[in-house]
């Protein structure tokens, strides 16, 4: 017990009271506060002045850095507003109900809703924050009529965001791993293989990110249903609610005027306009940056949510656009209206921007109390054998982004640490391995984390409850996380990646096998 209380530990207690809160109480807000104070209460060292002065500080920190604006987390904050308003007047304008109506010819079941949801998340790989908020937007009116839990929607949004990100290197994520890269590969004197060369040699290597990804799509042809979700899903097939709990990110536009007559172009339009101007924005402020109009250093010093910003002023603009072009001659709207959509949208964000900012404060606590040093630094003393260190950073990783919420912070810890291990050994065979098992840790951490701050937006997007969401996404997350070891075990024994990416297949093999012959759903509907 007293080697347990030691300072050296002392780092992992508040994120794990915080996990542990998620699991028991089933509420983030509650969960989180908690995590906040007792984060605050351990480095104040039980002092109750600095404790006030550590809560006040971690709260202006994220709006105010450096005596200035922080405008990372303050622009998230009003792009989730933007949205928010812009959603309502889409909807308002009658885009959503006719886009729902032309979708619903082209997409005929359950699956192929299913599907449309999975590739669409592929295809909207610039960024994980902007996957996250727009493909459960436009996906979700398909998936409600084909009574597919929001619970699973949250589970195919969340499943293609941050893993589709990371595996691009046209990327907002690709470009910052390359920069973490380079000093790593320069220093094991690997010169001859170039940051973006590096990349693409590791995306076959991310064995948690293939996996998930193929995860998803076996549990869209078999309907493989398995723990909370298998709940959840019973009661959108048999009984119509999509949710068995009202989401701390409900959607509060139910009782909004929609306008009849209107085009599906009054949703798509605006949709793809802020796609384009957020694309735009991100090669316009990265050239600024960089200096040049290259790609690579472009996306290396693109300003996201500038971009997230500007795309979301243009889609709001257009969104207003349509509504008031497809409304002006209808009795039904007023002026009054038009503050119902703007107070309607910003209410039906609120919620999702209190989690965050309750997400960002606890993140900057428990960076502040070195918890992912804690972690990283089990991985330097380790006495394992040098095959397994692939193995062992994904696991420290998964646990890392587990606890502080935030795959950015384990790979800015890890890929360092495991560069110098792996230069210091010789082992440089297993560099590039090992970086790439830093980075499936991350994603799968992400992935299971209640205070990730892409997996609320995953949650925000799709309209359902955030820990029902976490809890229903786990026991899958947790298989491709296992098959994801399986493959890093066997690649750092045989340092081929051929043999690794078999072993994953093997796993998936498994599941297949287990979804199409041996498990068998009891409900079904519309397949």
């Known amino acids: 017990m007293e080697s347990?209380?030691?300072?050296?530990?002392?780092?992992?207690?508040?994120?794990?009271?915080?996990?542990?809160?998620?699991?028991?109480?089933?509420?983030?807000?509650?969960?989180?506060?908690?995590?906040?104070?007792?984060?605050?209460?351990?480095?104040?060292?039980?002092?109750?002045?600095?404790?006030?002065?550590?809560?006040?500080?971690?709260f202006l920190g994220i709006f105010i850095e450096d005596g200035g604006l922080n405008t990372w987390n303050a622009y998230i904050l009003i792009f989730l507003t933007l949205l928010g308003i812009m959603t309502a007047f889409m909807n308002m304008s009658g885009g959503a109900r006719a886009f729902t109506n032309w979708a619903l010819t082209k997409v005929k079941t359950r699956r192929g809703a299913g599907f449309m949801t999975a590739v669409l998340g592929i295809i909207v790989f610039i960024d994980d924050y902007f996957s996250a908020l727009i493909v459960g937007q436009v996906a979700k009116p398909i998936t409600d009529k084909y009574n597919i839990s929001r619970a699973k929607l949250a589970y195919f949004v969340d499943t293609t965001a941050s893993p589709v990100a990371?595996?691009?290197?046209?990327?907002?994520?690709?470009?910052?791993?390359?920069?973490?890269?380079?000093?790593?590969?320069?220093?094991?004197?690997?010169?001859?293989?170039?940051?973006?060369?590096?990349?693409?040699?590791?995306?076959?290597?991310?064995?948690?990110?293939?996996?998930?990804?193929?995860?998803?799509?076996?549990?869209?042809?078999?309907?493989?249903?398995?723990g909370p979700m298998k709940k959840q899903e019973d009661l959108a097939i048999n009984e119509g609610i999509l949710r068995d709990k009202v989401p701390e990110f409900a959607e509060q536009d139910?009782?909004?005027?929609?306008?009849?007559?209107?085009?599906?172009?009054?949703?798509?339009?605006?949709?793809?306009?802020?796609?384009?101007?957020?694309?735009?924005?991100m090669y316009v402020t990265g050239a600024m940056e960089a200096g040049t109009w290259s790609l690579m250093p472009v996306l290396e010093s693109t300003l996201v949510t500038h971009s997230l910003l500007t795309g979301g002023i243009i889609g709001l603009v257009l969104a207003l656009f349509y509504y008031f072009r497809h409304t002006r001659n209808d009795n039904e709207f007023s002026k009054r209206h038009v503050w119902l959509g703007i107070k309607t949208g910003f209410f039906a964000m609120f919620p999702a921007m209190l989690i965050l900012t309750f997400a960002w404060m606890i993140g900057g606590l428990i960076s502040e109390l070195g918890t992912g040093g804690v972690l990283g630094s089990m991985v330097e003393n380790s006495s394992l054998p040098v095959a397994l260190l692939p193995a062992v950073v994904f696991i420290v990783g998964c646990f890392m982004a587990l606890a502080t919420g935030t795959s950015w912070g384990s790979y800015g810890i890890l890929i360092p640490v495991a560069g110098e291990i792996i230069i210091a050994l010789?082992?440089?065979?297993?560099?590039?391995?090992?970086?790439?098992?830093?980075?499936?840790?991350?994603?799968?951490?992400?992935?299971?984390?209640?205070?990730?701050?892409?997996?609320?937006?995953?949650?925000?997007?799709?309209?359902?409850?955030?820990?029902?969401?976490?809890?229903?996404?786990?026991?899958?997350?947790?298989t491709s996380a296992l098959i994801g070891l399986l493959g890093f075990v066997v690649l750092g024994y045989t340092a081929n990646v051929y043999f690794g990416l078999l072993s994953v297949i093997i796993g998936l093999l498994v599941v297949y096998i287990i979804a199409k012959f041996i498990y068998r759903p009891v409900a079904k509907q519309n397949a």
Not at 20 to 36: D, F, K, M, P, Y
Not at 174 to 203: D, K, N, R, V
Not at 257 to 278: E, K, Q, T, W, Y
């Open 4 to 58: 347990f209380l030691n300072w050296e530990y002392m780092p992992l207690i508040p994120p794990l009271i915080t996990l542990i809160l998620v699991v028991i109480t089933r509420r983030v807000g509650i969960s989180l506060g908690a995590g906040i104070i007792t984060s605050a209460f351990v480095i104040a060292n039980g002092h109750f002045g600095e404790f006030f002065k550590l809560l006040f500080d971690s």
């Open 166 to 226: 990371v595996m691009s290197p046209v990327s907002s994520w690709g470009a910052g791993i390359m920069g973490m890269t380079a000093p790593i590969l320069i220093g094991a004197g690997m010169t001859h293989i170039s940051p973006f060369q590096s990349f693409m040699y590791m995306i076959p290597m991310n064995f948690y990110v293939i996996s998930a990804l193929v995860m998803m799509f076996i549990v869209i042809s078999f309907k493989l249903d398995i």
């Open 254 to 281: 139910e009782d909004l005027p929609v306008h009849d007559g209107a085009g599906a172009s009054a949703l798509i339009i605006p949709i793809a306009g802020l796609a384009v101007g957020v694309i735009g924005a």
């Open 426 to 478: 010789g082992a440089t065979e297993l560099l590039l391995p090992s970086i790439a098992a830093v980075l499936a840790g991350g994603v799968f951490g992400d992935h299971c984390s209640p205070i990730s701050d892409s997996t609320i937006l995953s949650s925000t997007g799709s309209g359902s409850d955030h820990i029902v969401h976490v809890m229903t996404q786990l026991p899958y997350a947790l």
